[in-house]
Every structure is written in C-alpha cells, then in structure tokens.
C-alpha cells in the first residue's frame, strides 16, 4: 500500500542546518497534506510544519523563520530544510501525510487512507 520514509538526521551543532526529505511508496494519486510532526524525550508529539497542495504552509512558532517545508507533489515527497537548529529542536521527526488517494494493484478504481506515518528520523543538536 502506501508507505513513507524519512531521510536526512543525524547530529548537528547549535546554529546549524539539516535538511529532511520523506518519500512515498505505493500507486499514489493524490496527497491532500504533508507534515511533520517531531516527539521530543518525555513530550508529545508536536506539529512543526505542514504544506497542502496548493503550497500553503503551516508553522510552529518555536520554528518559524528557521523552518521551511516544500513538497514535490509529482514525486509525492515532502522536504523540511532547518536552519539555526537549537538543541531543543533535538527529537525524533516523523513524516505525516493526510487524506490520500491511491490504487491498488491489479484493481480498479482508488482507495483512501486517511492518515499514514513514516517511522521517524532521530534529529540530534549538540555541540
């Protein structure tokens, strides 16, 4: 069916960058909302940013200005670049997608899903 994948942590310094990409799997049509969300230890999992297909943006205040998501929405993929990362943005980031249309292999016609997680990319910031 429909999977997605995070790419992209990993340790960075205070003040630097990260950029994370997530890709889809699956005969997909259409992806109504791609976010992300990120579970820091001991806290909820929180919405950092998101994007709809017409590119419109959703931010955290506690990332505005140092956060951009975009996505592609021919190749399904959404990307969070991050710049002047601070160690309280360190936590697990997880790709959201929301309300998707996709097929189903040797059927006809689309199904829908109405949520799907990837399984998360471990962002660490410290010096």
């Known amino acids: 069916q429909v999977q997605l994948v995070e790419f992209g942590g990993g340790l960075v310094q205070p003040g630097g960058s990260l950029r994370l990409s997530c890709a889809t799997s699956?005969?997909?049509?259409?992806?109504?909302?791609m976010a992300w969300y990120r579970q820091a230890p001991g806290k909820e999992r929180e919405l950092v940013a998101s994007?709809?297909?017409?590119?419109?943006?959703y931010y955290a205040d506690s990332v505005k200005g140092r956060f951009t998501t975009s996505r592609d929405n021919a190749r399904h993929t959404v990307f969070l670049q991050m710049n002047s990362l601070k160690p309280e943005d360190t936590a697990v980031y997880y790709c959201?997608?929301?309300?998707?249309?996709?097929?189903?292999?040797?059927?006809?016609?689309?199904?829908?899903?109405?949520?799907?997680w990837g399984q998360g990319t471990l962002v660490t910031v410290s010096s």
């Open positions: 699956g005969s997909i049509f259409s992806i109504t909302v």
């Open positions: 959201n997608a929301q309300d998707i249309i996709y097929s189903n292999p040797g059927r006809s016609g689309y199904s829908q899903i109405a949520q799907v």
């Open positions: 994007v709809d297909r017409g590119d419109s943006t």
